[in-house]
């Protein structure tokens, strides 16, 4: 026969009629292991989706910048060149 305590949680009849107080405590801890987990497993930090190794993506991301910069240089041209 279980009843509801008002400050201690469940208590419960023992065999020999005895109560005993089974404690109701919250679940903080589980909750915050849990968060810890979810945040751990998604931030992908270091984790990239290609299929690169280190000197292909250091090539792919030099060529990148050169087109960059060399669509950066064209466009000062025009303008400079329209100004005058």
Do not use: I, P, W
């Amino acid at each position: 026969m279980a009843r509801e305590s008002l400050f201690l949680g469940t208590t419960s009849e023992c065999c020999t009629g005895a109560l005993t107080v089974l404690y109701k405590g919250g679940n903080q801890r589980e909750l915050a292991r849990a968060k810890a987990a979810k945040k751990a497993g998604d931030s992908g930090k270091g984790v990239r989706k290609d299929d690169m190794t280190h000197a292909q993506r250091k090539e792919h991301d030099k060529k990148m910048l050169q087109e960059k910069q060399a669509a950066k240089a064209a466009k000062m041209a025009a303008e400079a060149a329209g100004k005058k």
